[in-house]
């Protein structure tokens, strides 16, 4: 059975870039596919962070990270990216990825607050000086 994996996470100072990657590993992603990129920071309940919408290339980003992240496809490669420019502390936490056939708003705000979601491992990304 084919799952997502993240990578691509690590220590960086402020104002540093880093790029995840969310590889479907075992299926082909299907057209019309939402893709979205979850955070969770200790202590704090999961929030979509970033959603794309395979079928038309409409994105969504939080307030948190807009003009600062970009979400992209490499079809390809079967592969979902998150470049994270000018990082800030609060942006430290476990990234998760996922993709539904969801409309962009229902994967980004509602789809992380499903209490039966299975998520991977993630990947850890921590801003600090």
């Known amino acids: 059975q084919g799952h997502l994996v993240e990578s691509g996470g690590g220590l960086v100072q402020p104002g540093g870039s880093l790029r995840l990657s969310c590889a479907a590993s075992?299926?082909?992603?299907?057209?019309?596919?939402?893709v979205g990129w979850f955070r969770q920071a200790p202590g704090k309940e999961r929030e979509g962070i970033s959603c794309?919408?395979?079928?038309?290339?409409?994105?969504f980003y939080s307030h948190s990270v807009r003009g600062r992240f970009t979400i992209s496809t490499d079809v390809a490669k079967n592969t979902v990216y998150l470049q994270m420019n000018n990082l800030k502390p609060e942006d430290s936490g476990v990234y998760y990825c996922?993709?539904?056939?969801?409309?962009?708003?229902?994967?980004?705000?509602?789809?992380?607050?499903?209490?039966?979601?299975?998520w991977g491992q993630g990947t850890q990304v921590t801003v600090s000086s």
């Open positions: 996922a993709g539904e056939q969801l409309d962009i708003q229902a994967m980004c705000v509602e789809f992380p607050r499903r209490l039966d979601n299975s």
């Open positions: 075992g299926f082909t992603l299907p057209w019309g596919t939402t």
């Open positions: 794309l919408s395979t079928s038309d290339g409409s994105t």
